[in-house]
């Protein structure tokens, strides 16, 4: 299996890397990341890559632009070492919010994105719950758009919940939460929700019958988690008994912590796509489940050439 392949990660998310790597069966390839004293990154593939199927696993999380710039610095150094084929592991795609002009005279940042990871020498993609799908239309290359799902649905059927129902927090995310709802066999309400500036939401009323009922909100991302405690109160204040959130990517950033922390909710279900090892100590609602061994099945499947449609799900 692991013949002619690489596993290859930056700063951004080291501990998924680790992981992945234990799940896939070998050790990361040695890498050197670093920066000069002026703040740009240097970087160095320390092994042998020519001719090799190499994976960079590297989530463009915060800080952002820098994590972006290694990510795109290893695809360069790869391409110029040789490498066969190069696929970007990105299982959390930063930049992704801003997908179509809603304004006039801003960009279209994913799209820019994506043009940079194809310029660098990238051939494939591989991430996990995009924004908006459609992002994968930007690219001219093969994207692998995997999903969280499976992850979070196995750990919150473990789980004791009563009479369950879950939650969009806004009308964008009915879909998602009405695929969760039917494998869960849960019921569905949503959020009413008017965003009055970016980053600022203001919950209106709630659609749906939550009273008496445990109330999961589910979204792909929670950033400055605004919406999310918003929401959670709005469900309580219907009658909702016990309100959690569920989401893919917990990014967290600003003041997400404190808003959680001071929240109703009870737990917050996310993955590690991002890495949360500074958060969790601070916020003791933080429930993190690995992609790790996702991610590991799906490099396997890519570098042997099958399938890899029934990880879609």
């Given amino acids: 299996m ?9 700063n951004a998310n080291r501990p998924l890397a680790i992981k992945v790597s234990e799940h896939f069966g070998m050790p990361l390839t040695d890498t050197t990341v670093t920066s000069f004293s002026d703040g740009e990154i240097m970087v160095q593939i320390n ?3 020519r001719g090799y199927d190499v994976f960079v696993i590297q989530p463009t999380c915060a800080p952002v632009n820098h994590n972006l710039m290694e990510l795109l610095l290893l695809i360069d150094a790869l391409k110029r070492a040789s490498a066969r084929r190069i696929t970007a592991v990105i299982p959390y795609y930063g930049y992704a919010r801003q997908d179509r002009k809603v304004q006039p005279r801003v960009p279209i ?16 993609v591989l991430t996990i719950d995009l924004h908006a799908a459609q992002i994968q239309g930007f690219f001219n290359i093969p994207v692998d758009h995997l999903y969280a799902a499976p992850v979070l649905l196995d750990y919150i059927k473990k789980c ?14 009915v879909e998602r939460a009405r695929a969760f709802a039917k494998r869960l066999d849960a019921s569905l ?3 009413d929700k008017r965003r009055e500036a970016a980053n600022v939401s203001k919950v209106m009323h709630v659609i749906g ?3 008496g009922k445990d109330a999961i909100i ?5 950033d400055t988690a605004g919406t999310t405690t918003q929401a959670a109160q709005a469900l309580k204040d219907n009658g909702a008994k ?5 989401c893919s990517h917990a990014v967290l950033s600003g003041p997400a912590i404190e808003r959680i922390n001071n929240s109703v909710l009870e737990e917050v279900i996310t993955t590690d796509t991002v890495s949360l090892d500074d958060k969790i100590s601070v916020c003791k609602k933080l429930k993190v489940l690995s992609v790790s061994s996702l991610l590991a099945e799906a490099i396997k499947r890519i570098h042997e050439e099958t399938s890899v449609s029934s990880l879609f799900v």
């Fill in 242 to 246: 016990r309100v959690f959130a569920a």
């Fill in 218 to 222: 589910l979204d792909d991302m929670i």
């Fill in 109 to 124: 940042s994913s799209k820019l994105v994506a043009d940079l990871l194809t310029a660098a020498g990238t051939n494939r």
């Fill in 189 to 191: 309400a949503i959020v």
């Fill in 2 to 10: 692991t013949n002619g392949v690489k596993l290859i990660t930056g």
């Fill in 160 to 173: 004791s919940f009563e009479n369950l129902v879950i939650v969009s927090p806004d009308a964008g995310g």
């Fill in 47 to 49: 092994e042998n890559v």
């Fill in 209 to 211: 019958d939550v009273k």
